[in-house]
C-alpha cells in the first residue's frame, strides 16, 4: 500500500523537525497507540492497538526506525508492525519545507500489509490509513501549537 | 474471559438453561452446549446463511449473535420444523425433497428457516419474491432453481 | 418388471438432511473432546527463523501447542498423490505440503503451529500469544516472471520454479500450419477461483486405548486412501484406523486425499494425547489452506483451410501449481486434452510448463482444468469464424467427429495414462438440437435486430465441451440381503450431495427386484468395506454404481438359487419383484428375499461345500478407461451499456453423460453446475497482490452467485450410451461448468456487437466495463 500527501504545519521548521523526533509525540500523534519508547539511538519500539472494518481491535508491536536524517530537512522510517491478525512492514519518507505560512510536510510510504488484515480489511484499509494519517497530523498540529504557545521550548 | 452468565431459552419448544461465556456465538450455543447440530456454520460473517434460525418468528444468522443475546427469547431451528423422529416432513421440507431441492443439503437448514418465516406470509408470492430472499443465502450445489420450485409448491400447499 | 432406471426417483437420504438430523464432520462431538486451532502464515513467502510458543503453552486452557520441531520423524512432506503420465520427455518435479512449516513458509495461511486447547475460542485466544519470525522473501506469482533466473525460487534446492514441462503432439502442426489459409493465435488467461464449499473442510479424530483403534472423522472424498495412508504414517495396521465420511457439505475436488496438515496431525495428536479432538476450518482459513484452481496462460493459434476444416491446434501454456503440487498433472492434462473437444483435429501439439508459485496449493476443482481447454479452442473457433466469414454454428458442425469415428482415438495420453479415447459419441444432433432451443436462427432473423433499435445489447452465445469421466482404478461393493427384507449396499466412495444414497440403491433395487427405498446405501465408512478410491473426475455412478450393480447381480443369482430349490422350481422359471421371488406361472408358492435370507443362513446346514452362507455378493469394476461425455450450452446474455453488468435470459443445456440412472440427480448436477460455471466467469476472482497476499478472503469480497444471479436452465438428454460398462453410464458431475467461460466470452462479445474481444476468465462486471470503456477510447 502507499500512502502519499502533505500536510502544511503551522510553525517553523525547526519546531516540526523537533516535534518528530520525540517519541512521547508520536506515540501521542499515532491513533491507537499505546506506547512508544526510544530503545537505542533512532529505534524505538511500542505497541499499538488498532481497529479496521470488520477486523476488531487488536494489539500489535510496532517498531520504527529512523534513517537517512538530515535535520531539519527530511528522514526516513523503516516501520515493522506485527501482530495476531497481521503485519505491517515498510519505509516512509518524509520532508519539510519552509513556505510561507509554516511548514510543508510532505510524507510518502510504502508499505506491506499482510495476514487478515490484507484479506478482509482490503475494501476499508486505504480509507483507514487516510483517515488515521489526517487524525495523527492534526493532534500532532496541536501538539505544535502547545508548544509554541508555551513560549521559548523550542 | 471466565465470567460466565446464564441463558435461558425455549428452542423448539423446549426450555434450556445453560451456563456460558459471554463471548459464545448463538450459533456455537445451539450446536455445541444444545447438542442441536442440524444448524450449520459455513462462513461466521453473516454472508452464508447457512446458519440461520429463527429468533422470535424472525430469521437471523445464528453466527452473528450471541447467545446471550438470545437470553428469554423463542427460536426454532431446522430441528423444529417437525414435531420429532419419525415425523412426517413438514409440508416445505417435504417440497424440498420433492422437488430436488437441496444436494449435499449442509446449506439447506438455514435456507429452510429463510423459507418458513417468507411462506408465514398468506400473500401472493411471486418468484422473484423467493428469489430475493434466497438471495440471502448461499448454495454452491443446486443452482438454486429447484428450491424456488420447491418454495412456490410448498406456498401454494400452505395457503390453498 | 417395472425398472427404476431412469426414474425421477426421489432421495432417499434427504429426510435426515432436511430434519436436521444427518451427521457432519463438525457435528461429532465425543466427551473429553478438546479442539483445535493452527496459526498460519501471514506471508506469502519468507524464511521462518523462529516460532516462540512458552506463552501460548502457559495460557489457561491450552493443553498442548506443536510447531514442526515437535513433530520428530512424524514430519515429513505428504504423499504425491498422482505421479506424471508415462508422456515422453516429461519433466517433473515433485515437492509435497508438510504437516508444519519448518524452514520456510511458501503461501499465505499454511501452518506453522497448532494448538490443542479446551475450545475452540481458548485455542484461538493462545494463536495470539504465538511469537513468529520470519525474513520475508520475495513473492511469486506471475507465471512468466516465475520462470525468469533472477525470480526468488519456491524451493531452494530445485534449479528453478519448474515444476514440470510436457509437450504432447500428434501429426505435424508445423506443416498444418504451412498448408492453411488462415493462421489465428491469441493469448488467453484464466484467473484463479475457490471451490467454496459451504462446509469448510473438518476432522475429528479419537483414539481408543482398549481397542487400539482410531476413528477418524474427515470431510474426505476419498475415506479409504485417507485410511491407508494414516496407518502408514502413524505405523498401525489398515485395520486399526477407521475413516468416516459421513454427510460431507459439498466436495467439488479439493476435499479429495490430499492428505492435508491438518487431516494428518488431527489423528497424530489425539492419539499422542489421549484426548479426542477436533478442528473445524473457518471460512478464513479456507481461503488460504483448502486448495485451488485454475491460473493459466495460454499462447494459442489454430490453423485452418479457407472453408473453415481445422487443420490443427497449437497451445503453449504456463499452469500455476501454488507451492506444492501433490495432484501431479491432473489439471494441466486435464487442459491439454480437452483442448480438442468434440472436433476433427489432425494436428494438435501442447505443451505447457507447470510453475512454482507462493500461493496456495492448486489441485482439481469441479471442471478441474477442463475449462480452460474448451474455453481456448471455442475461442480460437470463435475468431476465426468471423476472419472466415462463416456463421460460427457452421463452422463448428464443419469440423465435428462424426458417430463412425468413435471410439476415437486423439493420440495423447490422458490423465488417467491411457491414450486419450472417445469411447462413443454423437455431437451433430446436440449441436442442432440446442440451437433449435436456444432458437439460434429466430434470434438473428429477428429478435436481436428487433431489441438493437432499442438500445438493448443482447447476444447469443453457443459452444460445445466433452468431458472425460469415469476413470479408474476401480470401485467395490457389497449387496447383502438381511432377514428384514432390507438391502444393504456398501461401498467405499464419499459421497457429497451426489444422490449415491438413491443412485446406487436404483441400481440394486432392479437387479434385486426390490422397492428402492428397501435398498440402505453406506458410503464413506471404511468400516463398511475397504477397497475403492474415491469420488471425483465426475467416476462415481459410473464406477461405484457399476460395482453396485455387479454384486447385486450376484447376489440376485444365489436368491434364484435358493429360491429355485425351496420351490422345486426351474431357476430359469424364477422372478423377483415386489421384494419376493416366485416360479412363473406359479402364483400361489413364493418367498419373500427376507425369508430367504433367513433360509441362507439356518442354524444348522447353512454351508454345504460350494456354498457360502446368507445373501450376500461382492464385486469390483474397473474400467480400462474412462468414458466421454458431451453437451453443448447455450445462452441468451443482455449487457447493460451503462454498468456492464449482464443479465442471463435463457440458459440451454443440452447434454449425453449415456444412459440416466436418475433424471432428477442429474438435472441437478447440470442446474449445479451452471451455477458453478457461471461463477467461475463472470464473479468468482481471487485477488492475490504482488506481495503474495489474497485480498478478498472473505465471502463477502469472494463473490458466489445468489439465487437472482442464477437462470432456470432448460435442459435436454440425449443417451449414447458408454460401450465401456454394461449400463451404459458416463459421469456428469462436472458436465455444467466446463463450458460456461468459453460461453460467457462468446454471447457478451455477441451482445457488444463484437467492440471487444475477451480473451480472460473470469470476466467481472468491472472487467467487462474497463473492456468496453478501452473500446470506447
Known sequence: MKVTGTFLFRGPREAVWDLLQDPAVLAKAMPGAERLERTEGDRFEGSMKVSLGPV???????????????????????????????????????????VDEGTMMSYSSDLQIGGRIAAVGQRVIDMAARMMTEKGLESLQKELDARLAGGSRA | MSDRVTVRARVNGVEYERSVEPRLLLSDFLRQDLGLTGTHVGCEHG????????????PVRSCLMFAVQADGARLTTAEGLTPGNGAPLHPLQAAFRDAHALQCGFCTPGILMSMAALLDAPSPLSDEDIRATLAGHLCRCTGYANIVRAVRKAHGQLHR | MASYIGERVRRNEDARLLTGRALFVDDVQLPGMAHVAFLRSDHAHGRLRGVDVEDARRYPGVIAVF???????????????????????????????????????????????????????????????????VEPLGAVGDLEAALLP?????????????????????????????????????????DRGASAAIENRAVAAAWDPKSEELTIWDTTQAPIPIRNGLARLLGLLESQVNVIAPFVGGGFG?????????EVLVPWAARRLGRPLKWTEDRHENFGATTQERSQVHDAEIALTREGRILGVRDVFLHDNGAYNAYGLTVPINSQCTLLGMYRVPNYESEFKAVFTTRTQVTPVRGAGRQHGVFVMERLLDLAARELGIDRLELRRRNLLSPDEFPHNHEIIFQDFAPLTYDSGDYLPAFDEAAALIGYDRFYREEQPRLRAEGRRV??????????????????????????????????????????????????????????????????????????????????????????????????????????????????????????????????????????????????GAVTPGMEPGLEATAYFGPDRGNTANGVHAMIVEVDPETADVKILRYVVVHDCGRLINPLIVEGQIQGGVAHGIGNAFYEQLHYNEDG????????????????????????????????????LKGVGEAGCIATGALFAQAVEDALGHAVEIRGIPLSPDRLFHLMREARA
Not at chain 3, 469420488?535 to 457399476?546: D, K, P, Q
Not at chain 3, 465471502?699 to 437472482?708: E, F, R
Request: charged share 25%.
Open chain 1, 56 to 98: 476488531t481491535a487488536a494489539r500489535f508491536t510496532l517498531v520504527v526506525e529512523l534513517a537517512d536524517k538530515a535535520a531539519p530537512e527530511r528522514f526516513a522510517m523503516r516501520i515493522d508492525s506485527q501482530g495476531p491478525l497481521g503485519f505491517t512492514r515498510g519505509k516512509a519518507l518524509v520532508e519539510l519545507t519552509p
Open chain 2, 47 to 58: 454472508v452464508c446463511g447457512a446458519c440461520t434460525v429463527l429468533v422470535e418468528g424472525e
Open chain 3, 67 to 133: 510447531t514442526a520441531a515437535d513433530l520428530g520423524d512424524f514430519w515429513q512432506p505428504g504423499p504425491l498423490l498422482v505421479p506424471p503420465p508415462p508422456v515422453p520427455g516429461l519433466e517433473f518435479h515433485a515437492r509435497t505440503q508438510v504437516p508444519l512449516a519448518r524452514d520456510k513458509v511458501r503461501h499465505v495461511g499454511e501452518p506453522i503451529a497448532m494448538v490443542v486447547a479446551e475450545s475452540r475460542y481458548v485455542a484461538e485466544d493462545a494463536l495470539a500469544l504465538i511469537a513468529v519470525d
Open chain 3, 150 to 190: 533472477d525470480a526468488p525460487k519456491v524451493h531452494d534446492e530445485l534449479a528453478s520454479n519448474l515444476a514440470a514441462r510436457v509437450r504432447q503432439q500428434k501429426g505435424d502442426y508445423d506443416r498444418a500450419r504451412a498448408d492453411a489459409d488462415l493462421v489465428v493465435s491469441r493469448r488467453f488467461v484464466y
Open chain 3, 254 to 262: 479439493p476435499k479429495i486425499m490430499m492428505f492435508y496438515p491438518e
Open chain 3, 459 to 604: 447476444g447469443l452465445g453457443i459452444v460445445g465441451y466433452v468431458e472425460g469421466t469415469g476413470i479408474g482404478p476401480y470401485e467395490g461393493a457389497r449387496v447383502t440381503v438381511e432377514p428384514s427384507g432390507l438391502v444393504r449396499v456398501a461401498t467405499g466412495v464419499g459421497t457429497q450431495g451426489q444422490g449415491h444414497f438413491t443412485a446406487f440403491a436404483q441400481l440394486v433395487a432392479d437387479a434385486l427386484g426390490v422397492d428402492v427405498e428397501q435398498v440402505r446405501v453406506v458410503t464413506g465408512d471404511t468400516r463398511e468395506f475397504h477397497w475403492g478410491t474415491g469420488t471425483f473426475a465426475s467416476r462415481g455412478a459410473v464406477v461405484a454404481g457399476t460395482a453396485c450393480r455387479s454384486a447385486a447381480l450376484a447376489v440376485r443369482d444365489k436368491v434364484v438359487a435358493l429360491a429355485a430349490r425351496l420351490l422345486d422350481a426351474a431357476p430359469e422359471t424364477i422372478e423377483l419383484e415386489g421384494g419376493r421371488a416366485r416360479g412363473r406361472g406359479r402364483d400361489d408358492a413364493s418367498l419373500s428375499l427376507g425369508e430367504l435370507a433367513a433360509r441362507a443362513n439356518p442354524l444348522r
Open chain 3, 693 to 728: 497476499q489474497l485480498l478478498n478472503a472473505s465471502l463477502m469480497d469472494y463473490l458466489l452467485p445468489v439465487a437472482t444471479d442464477v437462470p432456470d436452465v432448460e435442459m435436454a438428454h440425449r443417451e449414447t450410451p458408454s460401450p465401456f460398462n454394461p449400463s451404459g
